[in-house]
C-alpha cells in the first residue's frame, strides 16, 4: 500500500517557469490537500478538495491553481514560478476530514525557484 | 478563528529523561486537538488526537497528551526519551464542526542526547 506519492522530490525552477507536483493517493479518500512548509513556519494549507471535481482555496492560494478530475490524482499547478514559492510541498488525504480521520501525509516535494 | 503556539521552538533532552513538548490553543468552539510528528526529509505522521472524548489521550511510541480546558493547553509528553525519538513535532487545531481544514503550530524540534 503505497499511501501517498509525490512527484517530484526536488526540482529547482527558474523565475516565471511554470511546473505541476503530482499527488496521487491509493487509499480512495475523499479529502486531498496541499500544503506548504517554509522554516519556523509550520504548515500553511494552500488548496483543498473535498471530492472528484470540487476544490477550494486554502490560507495561502495566490500563484497556485489545482485540479482534482479523479479521487486519486490531486495536482498543484504553479503557473508563473516566483521566489516566494521557494518551500517544501506536502500533498496529504483523509477518508472523512481531517477533524475526523487522520491524514496522511506524502514525503514532500522540495522546490527551489532562483 | 483558532491557533496554536508552540512556546519552545527547539526542546533538547538526554536519552531516557522524560520529554515535555508546550501547546497552547485558542478556540472560539470545542476544538479537535492533534500532535503530528515529522522525522528528517519525511512526512508528517499522526501521533494521537484529541477529539472530546477522554481528557488523557494516549498515542503511538509512548507520548501521551492531557487537553486542559481551564489552561486551553495539550502539552505532549512522554516519559523516557529515546534517539528515535529526535524530530520536528507539530501541534494541531481545528474546529471540532469543521473538519476540512487543519490549523498549524510553528513546531518545536526535539534533540536527544546520548
Known amino acids: 500500500n503505497a499511501g501517498v506519492t509525490q512527484t517530484p522530490k526536488f526540482r529547482i525552477l527558474k523565475i516565471g517557469q511554470s511546473m505541476t507536483l503530482q499527488c496521487t493517493q491509493d487509499m480512495n479518500h475523499n479529502y486531498m490537500y496541499w500544503y506548504r512548509q517554509d522554516p519556523g513556519m509550520g504548515l500553511k494549507l494552500i488548496y483543498y478538495s473535498v471530492g472528484a471535481g470540487i476544490t477550494d482555496k486554502g490560507e495561502v492560494p495566490n500563484g497556485y491553481n489545482v485540479s482534482r478530475s479523479t479521487t486519486e490524482d490531486f495536482p498543484l499547478r504553479l503557473e508563473l514560478a516566483a521566489p516566494s514559492q521557494t518551500s517544501v510541498y506536502f500533498c496529504a488525504s483523509s477518508e472523512l476530514g481531517q477533524g475526523s480521520s487522520e491524514a496522511f501525509f506524502g514525503q514532500g516535494t522540495r522546490l527551489t525557484v532562483v | 478563528a483558532q491557533s496554536v503556539t508552540q512556546l519552545d521552538s527547539h526542546v533538547s533532552v538526554s536519552e531516557g529523561t522524560p520529554v515535555l513538548l508546550r501547546c497552547n490553543y485558542s478556540?472560539?468552539?470545542?476544538?479537535?486537538l492533534f500532535w503530528y510528528v515529522q522525522h528528517p526529509n519525511k512526512g508528517l505522521q499522526l501521533l494521537l488526537k484529541y477529539t472530546s472524548a477522554a481528557t488523557l489521550v494516549k498515542g503511538i511510541n509512548g507520548f501521551e497528551a492531557e487537553f486542559k480546558k481551564s489552561e486551553t493547553s495539550f502539552h505532549l509528553t512522554k516519559p523516557s526519551a529515546h534517539m528515535s525519538d529526535a524530530a520536528e513535532y507539530f501541534c494541531v487545531v481545528t474546529r471540532s464542526y469543521n473538519t476540512d481544514k487543519l490549523i498549524f503550530g510553528t513546531g518545536t524540534r526535539l534533540q536527544v542526547f546520548p
Open positions: 478556540s472560539s468552539y470545542s476544538p479537535s
